[in-house]
Each structure stands twice: as structure tokens, then as C-alpha cells.
């Protein structure tokens, strides 16, 4: 006689029925559209859906349909917030919402001027890249692409820690590449860049930022590490998704989002979750060690600090916990450029 076991696993959902459940979810359920903060999620949903060309449900239009219908009234109120507004609307349309509410904001923007308030060749390349979407291009500076690749191309900027400028750097490509749709031109260089911000990220074991810069390699062109994506993918596994009408909204639902877009780049399924159509919470798992920060104070401390990581090896090994040392190794395992990212992250030229 044998004993049968029965696993109370969760059903997972066709991925249409996913993305609607993760529609109604952040549209309905745990924000109010009054938020600027429900602007920005749902024009990251809708953004990732869109340019990876993920199932969508009826279910998922459904639930913009009322944003959408007052889309050019919330526009011409609020101008301040016209990529987040310009975003939706012509994601939707691009989703297959019927309609030319995108057409007739991207004419009011025109109008308006609106992308001459923006301080940032960041900022402008975005407002051009929405707008260009419906025939208008606001920004009319050739000398636009040429700035944010003389930042891009910069690879020293992003051998140190700064998430700020390693966002910026994959958010050019997204634009320059139109999400994925052509190669952009972009210096050799930038791959380096990339390659040293994803250093840092994989080090510091933050998935939000690694599946960004893997995201920005494959538009590039380029396969990103095999070790990364892996990575990556256990971390996308990891997380937990609780429901519930007083759970909190302060939860890392920016990094599930882009750890299953990384996803949907590299093949694999999306959002394989137990989702339902309501209130969700999206947690990663508790991070256990931090090995940036170990690896950054070993080497401060340095009294003969030098820019050769198999010279420098030997002397941080003692001072590091064995989850950092191995966290190293893999890192210098990981990408072929390691050794010219360590002689920038260890500023031995200042010291």
C-alpha cells in the first residue's frame, strides 16, 4: 500500500490572465489615480507589457479604460507630469485600446512646449521618444544623441557606486534602442559601462539595477553574463506576493516588475505568480550579507591599496566574510571585465 502526499501548490494562471490580474491590481487596488505614485506604477506595468509583447486579456484594457477616457482632461491639469500621462495613453493604444487620445496629447504637449521644461538630456530624450511615437518630435537638438553617449561612453563613471548614473546609463539605452526595437548607436564603449555597472550591481546584490543593465546588454545587442542571469532568475523565483485589503504598499514591486522583464528578454516566462485581481504585496527575499559595502571598507582601510585584484586578493580575503569572498569570485568569474572595473573601483591612483 502506498502513501499519496498531495502539494497545496498554487495555480498558476495563463499569462493573459496574469497581466489582468496585475491590471486591475495596481489600477484599482492599491493606489487612488488622484497619486502621482499610481502614475508611475502603472506606466511601468504598462511600459513592460507593451515592449515585451506579453499576452494581454481583455481584463487588463478593462481596467484603464476610465483613466483613459480622461486622459487629455488629467493632461491638460496636470502638465507637470506629461511623460507619466503620455506614457499610459499610447502604451494602452500599443496594447490595443481603441482610441486617439495619444495623437491629441502629444499635440497639446507640442503645443504647449512642455518638454522645454525639462533640465535633463535624460528627460528630453524620454519626452522625444514618447512623442516621436504619434510624429512629433519636440526636441529638434542633434546634438542630443551625441551627449548621452559621451556619458554612456564614459566607463570610469561607472566603476564606482553610483546607482544614480547607472539607472541613467541603462535608461539611454532603453531610448536610444526604442525599448528593444533597433540597435542604437552607441560606442563600443557603453558595453563596458554597462559591464562595470552590473559589476557593481551583482556585488551589491541588488536585482533591481542587474536586471536593468541585462536588459540594456540584450538591447545593445550583446548576451549578458551567464552567471547574472542566472542570478536573476533564482531572485525572480524568490519572491513572495501576499494580498489583502491592509497589506502595505511600500514593498519592492519596481524590482519584480523589472527581474520579470529581464524575464521576458532572455526567453523565459513572465510574472509566474499566483496572482489575483486585487490588493498585492510584492516582497523580495531579505538580503543576508552585503558584500559591496564589506569590500568598499576592507579597501579604505588598505594601507598599501592598489588597483591589481590578484595582488589585492590576498590582502582583503581576512577582512571579508566568506559569503563576500565568494560573492567576489563569482563577480571576477562573471565578465571579462572585471580587472579593468577593479582598477577603478579601488582608486588606487588616489590613494
Same mark, same amino acid.
Given at each position: 500500500?502506498?502513501?499519496?502526499?498531495?502539494?497545496?501548490?498554487?495555480?498558476?494562471?495563463?499569462?493573459?490572465?496574469?497581466?489582468?490580474?496585475?491590471?486591475?491590481?495596481?489600477?484599482?487596488?492599491?493606489?487612488?489615480?488622484?497619486?502621482?505614485?499610481?502614475?508611475?506604477?502603472?506606466? @511601468?506595468?504598462?511600459?513592460?507589457?507593451?515592449?515585451?509583447?506579453?499576452?494581454?486579456?481583455?481584463?487588463?484594457?478593462?481596467?484603464? @479604460?476610465?483613466?483613459?477616457?480622461?486622459?487629455?482632461?488629467?493632461?491638460?491639469?496636470?502638465?507637470?507630469?506629461?511623460?507619466?500621462?503620455?506614457?499610459?495613453?499610447?502604451?494602452?493604444?500599443?496594447?490595443?485600446?481603441?482610441?486617439?487620445?495619444?495623437?491629441?496629447?502629444?499635440?497639446?504637449?507640442?503645443?504647449?512646449?512642455?518638454?522645454?521644461?525639462?533640465?535633463?538630456?535624460?528627460?528630453?530624450?524620454?519626452?522625444?521618444?514618447?512623442?516621436?511615437?504619434?510624429?512629433?518630435?519636440?526636441?529638434?537638438?542633434?546634438?542630443?544623441?551625441?551627449?548621452?553617449?559621451?556619458?554612456?561612453?564614459?566607463?570610469?563613471?561607472?566603476?564606482?557606486?553610483?546607482?544614480?548614473?547607472?539607472?541613467?546609463?541603462?535608461?539611454?539605452?532603453?531610448?536610444?534602442?526604442?525599448?528593444?526595437?533597433?540597435?542604437?548607436?552607441?560606442?563600443?564603449?557603453?558595453?563596458?559601462?554597462?559591464?562595470?555597472?552590473?559589476?557593481?550591481?551583482?556585488?551589491?546584490?541588488?536585482?533591481?539595477?542587474?536586471?536593468?543593465?541585462?536588459?540594456?546588454?540584450?538591447?545593445?545587442?550583446?548576451?549578458?553574463?551567464?552567471?547574472?542571469?542566472?542570478?536573476?532568475?533564482?531572485?525572480?523565483?524568490?519572491?513572495?506576493? @501576499?494580498?489583502?485589503?491592509?497589506?502595505?504598499?511600500?514593498?519592492?514591486?519596481?524590482?519584480?516588475?523589472?527581474?520579470?522583464?529581464?524575464?521576458?528578454?532572455?526567453?523565459?516566462?513572465?510574472?509566474?505568480?499566483?496572482?489575483?485581481?486585487?490588493?498585492?504585496?510584492?516582497?523580495?527575499?531579505?538580503?543576508?550579507?552585503?558584500?559591496?559595502?564589506?569590500?568598499?571598507?576592507?579597501?579604505?582601510?588598505?594601507?598599501?591599496?592598489?588597483?591589481?585584484?590578484?595582488?589585492?586578493?590576498?590582502?582583503?580575503?581576512?577582512?571579508?566574510?566568506?559569503?563576500?569572498?565568494?560573492?567576489?569570485?563569482?563577480?571576477?568569474?562573471?565578465?571579462?571585465?572585471?580587472?579593468?572595473?577593479?582598477?577603478?573601483?579601488?582608486?588606487?591612483?588616489?590613494?
Amino acid at each position: 500500500m502506498s502513501n499519496v502526499v498531495t502539494l497545496n501548490r498554487p495555480r498558476i494562471a495563463d499569462a493573459a490572465t496574469r497581466s489582468a490580474a496585475l491590471a486591475r491590481c495596481f489600477a484599482q487596488h492599491r493606489r487612488g489615480e488622484e497619486d502621482v505614485f499610481w502614475l508611475k506604477e502603472n506606466a @511601468e506595468l504598462l511600459n513592460i507589457l507593451e515592449c515585451t509583447g506579453t499576452p494581454v486579456g481583455p481584463g487588463t484594457l478593462e481596467a484603464y @479604460e476610465g483613466f483613459y477616457a480622461t486622459a487629455l482632461q488629467r493632461l491638460e491639469f496636470f502638465p507637470q507630469y506629461y511623460r507619466f500621462l503620455l506614457s499610459l495613453a499610447i502604451d494602452l493604444e500599443e496594447l490595443g485600446l481603441p482610441g486617439d487620445a495619444g495623437e491629441r496629447m502629444v499635440s497639446f504637449a507640442a503645443r504647449q512646449d512642455l518638454p522645454a521644461a525639462e533640465l535633463s538630456d535624460l528627460q528630453r530624450a524620454e519626452a522625444r521618444r514618447l512623442m516621436i511615437r504619434r510624429g512629433i518630435d519636440p526636441i529638434g537638438d542633434p546634438g542630443l544623441d551625441d551627449r548621452l553617449a559621451a556619458f554612456a561612453s564614459r566607463t570610469a563613471t561607472f566603476a564606482l557606486p553610483n546607482k544614480k548614473a547607472a539607472y541613467e546609463l541603462t535608461h539611454i539605452v532603453y531610448y536610444l534602442s526604442e525599448y528593444g526595437r533597433v540597435t542604437p548607436k552607441l560606442p563600443s564603449e557603453v558595453v563596458k559601462s554597462l559591464h562595470f555597472a552590473g559589476l557593481t550591481a551583482f556585488i551589491d546584490q541588488n536585482a533591481d539595477l542587474l536586471a536593468e543593465i541585462c536588459i540594456a546588454l540584450v538591447y545593445m545587442g550583446e548576451e549578458p553574463p551567464a552567471l547574472w542571469a542566472r542570478w536573476l532568475m533564482r531572485e525572480t523565483a524568490a519572491f513572495a506576493v @501576499e494580498r489583502g485589503e491592509r497589506i502595505s504598499v511600500a514593498d519592492d514591486y519596481h524590482e519584480f516588475f523589472i527581474c520579470n522583464w529581464f524575464a521576458a528578454c532572455a526567453g523565459e516566462p513572465t510574472f509566474r505568480k499566483a496572482l489575483s485581481p486585487e490588493r498585492m504585496n510584492f516582497t523580495r527575499a531579505p538580503r543576508k550579507v552585503y558584500p559591496l559595502r564589506e569590500m568598499s571598507q576592507a579597501l579604505m582601510m588598505c594601507d598599501q591599496r592598489g588597483g591589481d585584484w590578484d595582488a589585492m586578493r590576498p590582502q582583503l580575503a581576512p577582512q571579508l566574510s566568506e559569503a563576500t569572498r565568494e560573492t567576489l569570485q563569482a563577480a571576477f568569474e562573471s565578465s571579462q571585465h572585471f580587472p579593468a572595473f577593479f582598477e577603478g573601483f579601488a582608486r588606487a591612483a588616489r590613494a
